[in-house]
Each structure stands twice: as structure tokens, then as C-alpha cells.
């Protein structure tokens, strides 16, 4: 089991900037593919970004590609989403999910742990 547990949410006006973060305990966290996905209300669950075990591969979504960067810290079982010039589209809750194996997903069902998300707020 990986426990995964995100923070970092919060309000913001359009433009500016937040930084995600997901902690995560359990099994060995650096051997397995992390992810964000978001959801706004009264839509589906959608890809943000992911990236490989050993920060060797990432994938963007194309809504945020330049502005959303991914990143992970295996020593501190952690992973990042640093969010930049956030619009109001953006507003959504924010989940990370995690898998074992290589490889780059995109498709939520393809993932087997999942945090509570952290909600995400972009003001215009």
C-alpha cells in the first residue's frame, strides 16, 4: 500500500502561482510512477502531468504544458506541482495517484493509489 496525502491548495488570483505537494508512505515510493490529476465540478477527473521513478520522463497535459512543471524528491518521499501563471479555468481539486512500473499513463483508472485531493481555487 502507498499512502498519499496532497497539500498546498488554497486561492489565487488569476497569474499567479501556487506549489502542490504530495507526501507519500508505504511502499518504497521511488520506485513507482506519480502523477496530478485534476477535477472541476461537474466534470471528470482529468491528467495534469505525470513523471517516471527516476525524473527521467514527464508528460503535460496540453492545457498546462509551460506553465505547470512536475517534479519528486525520492529522499522525501515527496512529489511537486509547481503551478505558474494559474487561470481561472484552472480551478479544480487536485489529486496525485501513484503506480508500480515504468512507463508514462495518462488515464486515472490506470493508477492504484490515490490522496484525498487538495482544492485549488483561481480567482479572475
Known amino acids: 500500500q502507498v499512502q498519499l496525502v496532497e497539500s498546498g491548495g488554497g486561492l489565487v488570483q488569476a497569474g499567479g502561482s501556487l506549489r502542490l505537494s504530495c507526501a507519500a508512505s508505504?511502499?518504497?515510493?521511488?520506485?513507482?510512477?506519480v502523477a496530478w490529476f485534476r477535477q472541476a465540478p461537474g466534470k471528470e477527473r482529468d491528467f495534469v502531468a505525470a513523471?517516471?521513478?527516476?525524473?527521467?520522463?514527464?508528460a503535460y497535459a496540453d492545457s498546462v504544458q509551460g506553465r505547470f512543471t512536475i517534479s519528486r524528491d525520492n529522499a522525501k518521499n515527496t512529489l511537486y506541482l509547481q503551478m505558474n501563471f494559474l487561470k481561472p479555468e484552472d480551478t479544480a481539486v487536485y489529486y496525485c495517484?501513484?503506480?508500480?512500473?515504468?512507463?508514462?499513463?495518462?488515464?486515472?483508472?490506470?493508477?492504484?493509489?490515490w490522496g484525498q485531493g487538495t482544492q485549488v481555487t483561481v480567482s479572475s
Open positions: 495517484a501513484a503506480r508500480s512500473g515504468g512507463g508514462i499513463y495518462t488515464i486515472q483508472a490506470q493508477y492504484d493509489y
Open positions: 508505504g511502499r518504497t515510493f521511488s520506485s513507482f510512477l
Open positions: 513523471i517516471t521513478w527516476n525524473s527521467g520522463r514527464t
